[in-house]
């Protein structure tokens, strides 16, 4: 062997040692890479969180003007002056007067035919409205804002209707249900009724990001399992058993945090933008004929 000439144990130890290293440098350049791209996307999720809760259409989108419904405008204001809409089709011998918190998409005309039916099948006056940024109504949807809106449209009824307004029966539908188990809580009603309803937007948004930390990171909360117990008056709870949105088992485990009296609609099938069937519409008609 020549003098200063390497050791070829020593060679291959070397270039081992440059290879290990190497992989080393790509897995941690891969994973910085890889987590920057989650902490990114977790950022955005975060900076669009109510766009990605609340989905409105805006006037003029939507039939205004549907056939064989009327209706009065109510033009009101939420507490901090935001300009709000809404419709309100009386009955001339209610056996109720009803407060209908629609859900996240969409505006009052997705909902013409329900109120129509609640008003001619289940004689009651019903008023529905658009919360701050839906339809004619003014401002962007926040949760603080919709639950203010919630408020300043039940004073708008009771004054129109001429009654308390805890006389009012409250009706909510997917996120509505969380605004009115908020009014409720608070104020009291004459009734609750939630149609496939929430625990809060946490849990609902941890079925479909399982992959983001969203219980330590929304602002938006509308916790209705915090709220529910603190509302004691008769609940109708309906939820279909094949719920692609809100999972069934977070409808009961709402339904298992409120007082009596209560009733449970399971509905055999039903997704969550399925029309309620008959039999929802049953219970919901011994459901009035009960209230005190």
């Known amino acids: 062997m020549q003098h200063g000439a390497p050791d070829s144990d020593d060679f291959s130890f070397t270039a081992a040692a440059k290879r290990q ?57 939420s507490a901090d002056g935001t300009k709000l809409h809404g419709w309100y089709l009386p009955h001339e011998s209610p056996r109720a007067v009803m407060l209908f918190a629609p859900g996240n998409a969409g505006n009052v005309t997705n909902w013409a035919e329900v109120v129509k039916l609640l008003r001619e099948e289940q ?49 909510g539908r997917s996120l509505g249900g969380s605004v009115m188990v908020d009014l409720a809580s608070k104020d009291g009603a004459r009734g609750l009724i939630l149609e496939s309803t929430f625990t809060s937007i946490p849990d609902v948004a941890a079925v479909h990001y399982p992959w983001v930390p969203v219980r330590l990171v929304m602002r938006t909360r509308l916790d209705s399992l915090s709220k529910i117990s603190n509302y004691h008056g008769p609940l109708l709870q309906s939820h279909g058993d094949w719920d692609e949105i809100i999972p069934y088992e977070m409808g009961r485990r709402l339904f298992e945090a409120a007082n009596e009296p209560k009733t449970f609609v399971s509905l055999r099938g039903g997704g969550h933008n399925d029309p309620q069937p008959l039999e929802f519409y049953r219970a919901l008609d011994r459901f009035l004929d009960e209230l005190p």
């Open 21 to 77: 290293t190497s992989w080393r440098t790509t897995i941690l350049r891969t994973v910085s890479v890889g987590l920057g791209g989650y902490l990114f996307i977790v950022l955005v999720m975060m900076f669009y969180e109510e766009h990605l809760i609340f989905f409105p259409n805006r006037y003029p989108v939507g039939d205004w003007k549907p056939d064989g419904l009327k209706f009065e405008d109510a033009h009101f204001q």
């Open 123 to 171: 004689r009651v006056s019903v008023m529905i409205f658009d919360y701050r940024g839906y339809g004619r109504s003014q401002g962007r949807p926040n949760e603080a804002g919709i639950l203010a809106d919630a408020r300043a449209a039940r004073a708008w009824l009771a004054k129109r209707a001429d009654v308390a307004e805890k006389e009012i029966v409250l009706l």
